[in-house]
């Protein structure tokens, strides 16, 4: 952007004026970054302490499955973060809990397409995994399917 504001000044595309207030808002936006990725550790260290989440590092199944799912057409962030859910799932579903439920705000691993259409292949990639996706923390949207345990019933045996 600065590269740009450089250019299109010399060129009289953009006014001093209106470089100016470009410069000092990207100034402001690169301060609240470096502030945030400063505090990184810390907020990711309070997380550890937040009760009823749980956070693990991949393994090397997880690496296997990433790999696995190249073909999906994620990017490879992406790919690892569903790679770790479905392992995860597996594991516990291994371990004898029944359902999962993945809040998952990041429309590139939601299921559903913006009509709410099936998403191929994470929709059958989820089903198979058992793994209801839901779209936000309150696991209220979308609905849960029906033969999803009720988060009322604690002793239902999901896993959220």
Excluded at 83 to 105: D, R, T
Aim: aromatic residues 6%.
């Amino acid at each position: 952007m600065r590269k740009f504001l450089l250019w299109a000044k010399g060129q009289n595309i953009v006014e001093p004026a209106v470089d100016g207030i470009v410069r000092r808002t990207l100034d402001q936006m690169e301060s609240l970054v470096r502030r945030d990725l400063d505090r990184l550790d810390d907020s990711l260290e309070g997380l550890r302490g937040e009760l009823g989440l749980e956070i693990f590092r991949m393994n090397e199944e997880m690496v296997e499955r990433c790999a696995a799912l190249s073909h999906t057409g994620l990017q490879p962030f992406d790919q690892a973060i569903l790679a770790s859910i479905l392992v995860k799932a597996e594991a516990l579903k291994n371990e004898g809990v029944g359902s999962f439920a993945f809040c998952e705000a990041d429309s590139d691993l939601q299921p559903w397409d913006k009509s709410g259409g099936r998403k191929e292949p994470l929709a059958s990639l989820y089903d198979q995994a058992a793994v209801w996706v839901c779209q936000d923390f309150l696991l209220e949207n979308p609905e849960a399917p029906e033969d999803f345990p009720s988060s009322a019933n604690p002793d239902s045996g999901t896993q959220q």
